[in-house]
């Protein structure tokens, strides 16, 4: 396995890019360290599956490096850079069966009949194939032919990492949710460098160590699920992770104070902007109360959801939702008011560091 160092990496699909938004890929500089489990998560479009097929070297960036354990393998192909990748779609071999499928990529290297033997029935219970080995793919489903793509993805021990585009598209809801089980086990057992794509929150937020949220051909944050719902970076983020995602209020910064309209708002700890930036304060519903105190709401509509309720209000006609527990009793004159801790400020969409003095203490 390997660690993978990505410098100053842009890509644009035409041939002469004059302006930022010729490229779909903006500037990433980034480490997937040694064994790490990680996500690629972002909306269609965002520029997930270019970063991986750079990283895999299906696709030579515009611009700039890519190292393997400290090794420049920019002008490498995919098999010199031994990566496993698996796509959104399955690929394999129709002609032969599946447990050749399996043994191929093992044979082609050379390794011993013992032990592909071993790894292939290892691998055929892992996708949960074991008894139909000996069929040839042609005849499978779309869900077992990419199940047979995974097996491929998965059987050889010596690949630098294992990158999957999308993988579990096509399979149905139940085996998705035992194979990205499996997955993470056998990143547990064996500390491949996994990097794994996907637009859907649960999948990363479950996979992954680290999850890498893109938006629009940018990393907006790289963070631990924990980091993602406490302190999102990017209000895309506050918004993209989460259900429902982050409530995001226009307010004004007057010296300290914060304020919604006419509310002051506090803070656990104070921030500064720069004056001109469009200021912007998230809290996710989560951290929303409802009860006697706090600003003035109207309640537009409540969503039971079985443990908890999901209640739509408005502040001066902002929208707000907030997450309360199924007993909560909603008053007449209803309230709302955020939990400090759970408050983040946003400067131009992108979150403001709390001030700090010298010792590293809010002030
Ligand atoms: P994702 O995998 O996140 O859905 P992609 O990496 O496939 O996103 O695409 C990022 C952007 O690059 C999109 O705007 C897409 O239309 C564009 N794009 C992707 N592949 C090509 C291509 N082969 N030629 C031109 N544009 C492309
Ligand atoms: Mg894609």
């Known amino acids: 396995m390997a660690r993978i160092d990505l410098n100053n ?9 004059l302006s930022e938004d010729d490229f779909a890929l ?7 360290d040694d064994g790490g489990a990680y996500a690629l998560l972002g909306p269609s479009g965002c520029g997930k599956t270019t970063l991986l ?22 002008d490498l192909s995919t098999e010199d850079r031994n990566i496993a990748q698996v796509f959104q779609f399955p690929v394999v071999y129709d ?10 990529p093992l044979r082609n290297r050379g390794v011993p009949a013992e032990e592909i033997e071993r790894r292939v029935r290892e691998t055929l219970v892992m996708i949960d194939l074991a008894g139909r080995a000996e069929q040839k793919a042609r005849g499978l489903t779309a869900d077992d032919k990419q199940k047979i793509a995974l097996g491929r993805g998965l059987v050889r021990s010596d690949v630098s990492a294992i990158l999957f585009d999308e993988p579990l598209t096509v399979i149905d809801p139940h085996m998705k949710w035992v194979l990205r089980s499996q997955l993470k086990e056998l990143h547990r057992r064996f500390a491949f460098t996994m990097v794994y794509v996907t637009h859907d929150q649960t999948e990363a937020l479950t996979f992954a160590d680290q999850v890498v949220v893109m938006n ?3 990393i907006v944050q790289i963070g631990t699920p924990e980091e993602l719902f ?5 209000t895309f983020v506050g918004y993209f992770i989460g259900s429902p995602g982050m409530n995001v209020l226009p307010v004004q910064i007057d010296g300290g104070d914060i304020h919604i309209g006419s509310h002051a708002v506090r803070l656990a ?21 409802i009860g006697e105190k706090g600003m003035p709401a109207q309640i537009v509509r ?27 009793v909603i008053p007449s004159d209803p309230r709302i008011s955020f939990d400090p801790a759970g408050t983040n400020i946003y400067a131009d969409s992108w979150r403001v560091d709390p001030v700090r003095d010298a010792r590293g203490g809010a002030i």
């Not at 902007?273 to 929303?288: K, Q």
């Not at 309720?309 to 907030?322: C, L, N, R, S, W």
Request: proline share 8%; charged share 25%; hydrophobic share 35%.
């Open 9 to 17: 990496i842009r890509h644009a699909y035409m041939p002469n890019p």
């Open 26 to 32: 903006k500037r990433v500089h980034h480490t997937f």
């Open 53 to 74: 097929n750079i990283i895999s070297g299906l696709l030579p960036p515009t611009e700039g490096e890519i190292l393997f354990d400290g090794r420049d393998v920019t």
């Open 95 to 104: 002609t032969m069966t599946v447990y050749q499928n399996l043994a191929f």
């Open 216 to 218: 629009e051909g940018e």
């Open 230 to 234: 406490e302190r999102p970076n990017h």
């Open 269 to 289: 700890e104070p921030v500064a902007t720069n004056s001109g930036a469009l200021t912007e304060l998230g809290v996710r519903p989560e951290y929303v109360r």
């Open 302 to 328: 409540v969503e039971d959801t079985g443990r908890r309720k999901i209640v739509h209000a408005t502040i001066d006609g902002h929208p707000v939702a907030a997450i309360v527990s199924e007993d909560c």
